[in-house]
């Protein structure tokens, strides 16, 4: 059974910081590009950042704040999150991809607000 769990979501100011954590089990993490969405109200689910084995890619909105990194040990993926901004607020989604192998977690709920 695939699970992708997120964790280290929350209420933060803005210009503070998270790191999201998703934690993989029942798939060949190493195997997988990793990444993660996220969707606010009333949009649609947007690409924030992935990473493959040898290189990451990031949302012109989230570039040079926001750094995503993978532990093959611990198949675990991470996004740090820095400088955070109102309009990041959303639930973010941890997603595994393998050719047509997809998965998804449950998502995690960020807000930055005062």
């Known amino acids: 059974q695939v699970q992708l769990v997120e964790s280290g979501g929350g209420l933060v100011q803005p210009g503070g910081s998270l790191r999201l954590s998703c934690s993989t089990s029942g798939i060949t993490f190493n195997l997988y590009t990793m990444a993660w969405y996220r969707q606010a109200p009333g949009t649609e689910r947007e690409l924030v950042a992935r990473?493959?084995?040898?290189?990451?890619k990031y949302a012109d909105s989230v570039k040079g704040r926001f750094t995503v990194s993978r532990d093959n040990a611990q198949n675990t993926v991470y996004l740090q999150m820095d400088s955070l901004k109102p309009e990041d607020t959303a639930v973010y989604y941890c997603?595994?991809?393998?050719?047509?192998?997809?998965?998804w977690g449950q998502g995690i709920q960020v807000t930055v607000s005062s």
């Open positions: 997603n595994a991809a393998l050719n047509s192998l997809i998965y």
């Open positions: 990473i493959t084995r040898s290189n990451s």
